[in-house]
């Protein structure tokens, strides 16, 4: 079984408001994530993590099949909403974990790492995409790396855990823009 986690607990602290809720292409920023997410098959069950503003969030964006928690340990980082979703999720082969202020991120991207994790040998840990080299999201995280998972403190993702693991890397730069919106500036960005 491959599930899939969102993440889009945080306080947009750099944003200014809560930027799930910030409108892109005529839909809120969290929603694009939700979809591509949904998107791919595979992936099931799908748990979408919010913290910050979260019955506003759950109010403006459709979670179709996907299902909603709240991390009531938000403000802590992102390792309390992995945590959250982790747990939400189950027993699982593998999770899929996207991150909720990636729009761009494509159904194709996530549809590939699923792939590179199904055929990917035991001895392999994590899935990792890279743009242009540089690790990215999605990951993919084997059952084998969750308890690792539960030691994360902070504003770190499964980053740390990686470090040591044996990770499968593909190139997806050529499948999606993999900007993170952490700014208006950034929003406004996509949207030229």
Known sequence: MIAGVVLAAGG???????KQLAQLDGRPLLQHAVDAILAVPAIEPVVVVLGAEAERVREAVSMGGARAVVCADWA????????????AVGDA?????TLGDQPRVTSQVIAAVVDVADSAPASVTAVRATYD????HPVAL??????????????VGARELLGGASVRTFEAGRLCDP????????????RT
């Open 76 to 87: 802590q980082g992102m390792a309390a909403s992995l945590r959250c979703g982790i747990e």
């Open 179 to 190: 900007v993170d919106v952490d700014t208006p500036e950034e929003l406004e960005g996509l």
């Open 142 to 155: 084997s059952r084998a790396m969750l308890s690792g998972v539960a030691k994360l403190r902070g504003d």
């Open 93 to 97: 082969d593998w999770i899929v974990v």
């Open 12 to 18: 947009a602290s750099r944003f200014g408001s809560p």
């Open 133 to 136: 080299g540089v690790p990215g």
